[in-house]
């Protein structure tokens, strides 16, 4: 035994501390918190791609699975936005400014955002799914003049379930973004402007040519489902369309044995995957 | 190099003597099992396997990993360094010294791009303070299979020595590792030059009509793991943790905090792909929703994930996960099937 | 042997004539000699079903609603023992089943093995399950079919030893000898779950073991978390566990669960006049309120 000597231990395990500096309700259940870490020279040196995730806690209740929804373009903070569903979620949901929080990370691969330059981009995102998407609509919209097109089609379940709404409407103003905003038949509000269908319905309309294009997506597993069905019939292949998958985990570094989809940890190889790589994994999800 | 019985005794005195941890099969409420031991005289020598494997030495089935407190508006935050005593593992298996490479190939995993943000160093510097006295099988009993699965009850992967019994009951001494040599040398003074001749080995039998290699090619074709066998298989399965927790080999483990008013622990804690509530989402969304799925993680685990992204072996053949389940649900049955 | 040609018959009658998609019974494993659950749903493999003293488990497990997919497999016919009849009528009792829902192969029984790995060929005093060393059930309460003839109720197995006796020598112990006891066994609890998952009575939805929020009993498998554990599934039995006796042969480490859930069933026995598993009428106690319940637990 004693392969390797351990002369300084490394605690993977061990969080940093963070202050939350703000907090934004997106939705009645869902909201976004803006971290800095406690320490300073952290805040200056931490750096990440977009598509990783982290591992946030709150002590004494646990930890949670959450991607950084803010760009990796934006020093000094990062943001993660959660629905709250669960024991952690909850605890974190009833926090405020000032509370002190831990944070692990970042890991997992991120969006090929080298590959993307150049190309149109085509985002498509459902619900809860905008978040890591964000993160990466963020960096190329900071480096906008390396992409061609930007295309961001979200919807969700009613107007009251769109998250981001500051950012949908300053998308919209944009010039150099092209917003469509959708919500499912009957989830629309008398003055909504947006479009009104599901988004796998929306994306057919819309008829984007698959010419130079990458699409990113994120969304519930009934939707991911449909849209890339919808992106087959509009000509896209496989290796075009990349998207962000989420699975139960607990350590987030390929530990835990509990992330995986047959023989693919999400936490380790991914989140982050293309359509093509999908298609080959064990029907495990 | 032959060690007599009684200068065994004399050397595991003196290791306990000099305050190091050693564990041995020891027989507590029925069962023979690995703990640490008082004395020689405690350890039990009528043994096939313990009915736990050692793995809880080297990673434990609870341990903290960081404590807190909880303040006002802050919180004070501590790394826990696992206290590390010399632990002496004497009458380990060969199959269980040959799980330990499972588990450091998990708990390395991505240790060799980074260092820092890959490495368990709980498991590590536990590996690191442990040294592995392995005593050759002299017989099996009908659920060990180590020869179907590649190894042999003298292999000696894994132990840093390798004891084998003589006719006179002593043990011939075969250092594995460095740190094995460097064990015996240290302890040169009980070891004598004899030479003896050993107890005869009697090999389990080879299990005809399973091929681990046809398993794993099996596996990876992604139809074979939706063959409606699998629900056939495991369908008397219950689903609980007495196979994952036996197994030297499974790994999972969960991260809980445990806090009493304002300060708590942050723990490790084994956990079973075979519970429910394993891969269960916040959302209610199960991936592995019904237990022949669950099964099926755990077979594909030890026959493909860990040949394929590890290359170390899953499966030790200890039969531990056979004569522990309660539904008498055997791994070997499913072998079978997919070596055909 | 007699009764397993009978069984055999009547698990092919029931098959062929479509009265029942599958039997639930014992089967011989590929390799080693042990008993396993089988689940036999064609006519033509109804000779893969045995009957010896290592049919130890409590084959009703598979009828709760732990199981979808065997329930997905249509109406079954279950091989029970007169233990595990008794489970069927407290799974009646508390609406777990209707009874013409399953199809019961009752099979008089003379006693099985403790552990299937102590048999060898003959079920002993220093074999025997503690559970027939008491028994009063040996031909079922409850069944649809009888695999064979009655035998005489009766345990013939002088001088094993008797759980009820344990019992009473352990509460002659000191408060603080008995704790020691109990935490001795509790501390090396490996949190497997064993004991609920094979409990047929342990049918939960989620059990509290899983529950977070707020998190009831702590999931390590230290002292603090252990006892809470064991010392809550115990409870919730209180009154209802029938002495299958599965907990304790499925516990990997060995701890005496029939000793702790037969001490709550004399309590129980003792408080309600209630024995659990002989009728499927009315509820058990620790469940419904009764003007006549006595209150003297209240000091």
């Known amino acids: 035994m004693a392969q390797q000597v351990v002369t300084v231990m490394e605690n993977i395990y061990l969080p940093h501390l963070m202050v939350i500096q703000d907090v934004i309700e997106e939705t009645p259940d869902t909201k976004t918190l803006r971290l800095h870490f406690k320490d300073e020279a952290l805040r200056e040196g931490f750096t990440f791609r977009a598509g990783q995730f982290g591992e946030y806690s709150v002590f004494g209740v646990g930890e949670c699975t959450f991607c950084i929804a803010s760009s990796p373009t934006r020093k000094g903070y990062i943001e993660c936005s959660f629905r709250k569903v669960g024991r952690v979620t909850s605890a974190l949901a009833d926090l405020d400014v000032g509370d002190v929080i831990g944070f692990r990370g970042p890991y997992g691969n991120s969006f090929p955002i080298e590959d993307m330059k150049g190309k149109n981009i085509l985002f498509i995102g459902g619900g809860i799914g905008l978040p890591p998407l964000r993160s990466l609509i963020w960096n190329c919209l900071d480096l906008r003049e390396e992409f061609k097109d930007i295309t961001i089609l979200y919807g969700a379940r009613s107007v009251a379930d769109l998250v981001y709404k500051r950012e949908l409407a300053h998308w919209e103003e944009r010039p150099d973004v092209h917003l469509v905003k959708t919500v499912d038949p009957g989830g629309e509000t008398p003055d909504w402007d947006g479009e009104v269908g599901f988004v796998p319905t929306i994306l057919e309309k819309m008829a984007p040519s698959p010419e130079n294009t990458y699409v990113v997506t994120c969304g519930p597993p009934i939707m991911i489902k449909f849209v890339l069905q919808s992106l087959g019939h509009l000509g896209f292949s496989d290796d075009q369309v990349i998207t962000t998958l989420e699975n139960k985990m607990k350590c987030g570094l390929g530990k835990c044995g509990r992330c995986n989809i047959g023989d693919v940890y999400i936490c380790k190889e991914g989140p982050v995957f293309t359509a093509a790589q999908v298609k080959k994994m064990y029907r495990d999800f | 190099m032959i060690i007599k019985r009684n200068d065994l005794k004399r050397l595991v005195e003196d290791l306990i003597g000099q305050g190091k941890r050693v564990i041995a099969p020891i027989m507590r409420m029925g069962l023979v099992e690995y703990g640490e031991i008082g004395s020689f005289d405690d350890i039990t020598w009528d043994y096939i396997n313990p009915r736990n494997s050692f793995k809880e030495f080297l990673f434990p089935q609870t341990e903290a990993i960081a404590r807190y407190r909880i303040g006002k508006k802050d919180v004070e935050l501590e790394g826990v360094i696992p206290e590390l005593r010399e632990t002496i593992v004497l009458g380990s298996r060969p199959c269980d010294a040959a799980s330990t490479a499972s588990l450091r190939s998990v708990f390395t995993w991505g240790a060799e791009e980074d260092p820092s943000r890959f490495r368990d160093d709980f498991y590590l510097m536990r590996e690191g303070v442990t040294t592995v006295m392995t005593i050759a099988c002299l017989k099996g009993d009908e659920d060990c299979f180590c020869t179907t699965v590649g190894l042999t009850p003298e292999s000696p992967e894994g132990s840093d020595i390798l004891l084998k019994e003589t006719v006179r009951g002593n043990f011939a001494v075969t250092p594995v590792t460095e740190r094995g040599k460097a064990f015996v040398e240290e302890w040169r003074d009980y070891i004598t030059d004899e030479r003896e001749d050993l107890k005869e080995i009697e090999y389990p039998e080879v299990l005809e009509g399973i091929d681990t290699g046809k398993i794993g090619a099996r596996l990876s074709d992604v139809d074979v793991f939706d063959d409606p066998v699998w629900q056939e298989v495991a369908r008397k399965c219950i689903g609980c943790g007495a196979c994952t927790f036996s197994c030297p080999t499974c790994h999972c483990f969960d991260i809980v905090d445990e806090a009493t008013g304002y300060e708590g622990e942050r723990r490790k804690n084994w956990d079973a792909c075979q519970f429910e509530y394993f891969t269960l989402h916040a959302s209610g969304h199960n991936p592995r929703d019904t237990q022949f799925k669950r099964w099926r993680n755990r077979f594909l685990c030890k026959f493909h994930i860990y040949p394929t992204k590890f290359t170390s072996t899953g499966c030790v053949g200890c039969g531990r996960c056979i004569r522990v389940c309660p539904v008498a649900l055997d791994i070997r049955e499913v072998m079978e099937w997919l070596s055909r | ?299």
């Not at chain 3, 509290?208 to 707020?214: D, L, T, V």
Request: glycine letters at 6%; proline letters at 6%; one cysteine or more.
């Open chain 3, 1 to 299: 042997m007699d009764r397993e040609k009978k069984l055999r018959e009547k698990a092919r009658e029931l098959l062929e004539s479509k009265e029942v998609d599958l039997v639930i019974g014992y089967g011989w494993t590929r390799y080693g000699k042990r008993v396993a659950p089988v689940f036999i749903t064609r006519p033509e493999d109804v000779d893969r079903l045995i009957w010896n003293p290592m049919c130890v488990n409590n084959l009703t497990l598979y009828i709760t609603r732990k199981y979808p997919d065997v329930k997905a497999m249509g109406r079954p016919a279950v091989v029970v023992k007169g233990c595990d009849a008794k489970t069927v009528n407290v799974l009646i009792q508390e609406g777990q089943l209707k009874r013409e829902d399953v199809v019961l192969l009752g099979i008089p029984c003379e006693g099985v093995v403790y552990r299937q790995e102590l048999y060898d060929g003959e079920v002993t005093k220093e074999n025997v399950s503690p559970k027939c060393v008491v028994c009063d059930v040996k031909n079922p309460p409850l069944y649809d079919h009888l695999i064979g003839e009655k035998v005489e109720e009766g345990s013939g197995f002088e001088g094993a030893r008797n759980i009820y006796q344990e019992i009473e020598e352990l509460d002659k112990k000191p408060e603080g000898e008995r704790w020691a006891f109990w935490m001795e066994h509790f501390e090396r609890c490996i949190r497997c779950y064993a004991c609920r998952q094979i409990c047929p009575l342990c049918y939960c939805e989620r059990c509290i073991a899983e529950k977070n929020m707020p998190q009831w009993i702590d999931t390590s498998a230290h002292g603090r978390g252990n006892v809470a554990w064991n010392l809550k599934r115990a409870m919730d039995l209180a009154g209802r566990c029938v002495f299958c006796g599965e907990c304790e042969r499925a516990c990997p480490v060995n701890i005496p669960l029939n000793l702790i859930n037969q001490k709550l069933s004399m309590v129980v026995e003792e408080s309600f006049n209630h024995r659990p598993g002989y009728e499927s009428e009315g509820h058990p106690p620790l469940i419904v309120y009764s003007l006549e319940d006595r209150e003297d637990f209240i000091r």
